[in-house]
């Protein structure tokens, strides 16, 4: 299968499948409080078997073509990853995500995918909308989305019961041709 190089440092970005099941338990357990902070992804993977139907929750929708699971490799081991959700290639929009495990942080990791990501969906797929939904307190991710280049559009206020909380969520987006332009300055400005 692929795995593209997000660098030197030994990270790739790779499909997370259901067969990496024991691999994605195991990270998870590494990382599950700080990825559990905000958002109860993979929360009900708890061994092997519920960790593989969650990965195959995944593959399922990535054969609809609604959404897909992408896995961080850092020398070998899974520490996180970026996804599609809400992806829907006739209205030219989807909604991405990512999470990481505690020791994976500050690497620029998510950023790096998140390029190869979203140059894939705008630029392969015809996205024109690329949006970031992210919890009010969730600064490392809103950071990520702001250094992307995504525009906040506004805030959901308390829409996402979470934790006995109502949280509030940001909305950011970037369209296609702001993606583009942001990728045009970001090669002139690199040579």
């Not at 790779?14 to 338990?25: I, M, V, Y």
């Not at 357990?29 to 929360?43: K, L, S, T, Y």
């Not at 970031?132 to 990520?144: R, Y």
Request: charged share 25%; hydrophobic share 45%.
């Amino acid at each position: 299968m692929y795995a593209i190089s997000l660098g030197d440092d030994g990270a790739e970005l790779r499909p997370l499948e259901p067969w990496h099941a024991e691999e994605f338990l195991a990270h998870l357990e590494r990382g599950r409080e700080f990825v559990n902070e905000f958002i109860p992804f993979g929360a009900k993977a708890v061994d092997p078997p519920t960790a593989r139907e969650a990965l195959q929750r995944y593959a399922d929708m990535r054969a609809a073509d609604t959404a897909s699971l992408h896995g961080l490799w850092l020398d070998g081991t899974l520490v996180g990853g970026v996804l599609f959700l809400n992806f829907d290639a006739e209205q030219a929009n989807c909604e991405v995500g990512c999470w990481l495990e505690p020791a994976a942080t500050g690497r620029g990791l998510v950023s790096r995918a998140m390029r190869v990501l979203i140059d894939f969906a705008v630029e392969r797929r015809g996205i024109h909308r690329v949006e970031w939904v992210a919890s009010a307190g969730n600064t490392n991710s809103l950071n990520v989305a702001r250094r992307l280049g995504f525009t906040r559009d506004g805030v959901r206020r308390e829409a996402y019961p979470y934790g006995g909380v109502r949280h509030d969520l940001e909305v950011w987006s970037v369209l296609a041709q702001e993606w583009r332009a942001a990728r045009a300055r970001a090669a002139h400005d690199d040579h």
